[in-house]
């Protein structure tokens, strides 16, 4: 059974539910939420409230089309 939460404000940061806090995720730095924060809505409405929405895009690594090609050629060795 899923909770629904009756109270939810947001801020830049994080996310008050039920006068629960919860800090949003933040990309590149580790992200730990307790049990209170994840029961406070139920998981899946946990993971759409604090997730990314979008696929992240891996960065673009500058290597030339030569260089994947090596690296492929390595890694099949």
Do not use: H
Request: net charge negative.
């Amino acid at each position: 059974m899923t909770y629904c939460p009756k109270t939810i404000a947001e801020t830049d940061n994080q996310l008050k539910i039920n006068d629960i806090s919860i800090p949003k995720l933040k990309r590149g730095q580790l992200n730990t939420y307790n049990s209170t924060q994840i029961k406070a809505v139920g998981v899946d409405a946990f993971l759409d409230l604090v997730c990314e929405t979008e696929p992240i895009q891996p960065p673009d690594l500058g290597f030339t089309e030569a260089e994947w090609d090596e690296m492929e050629t390595l890694l099949q060795d």
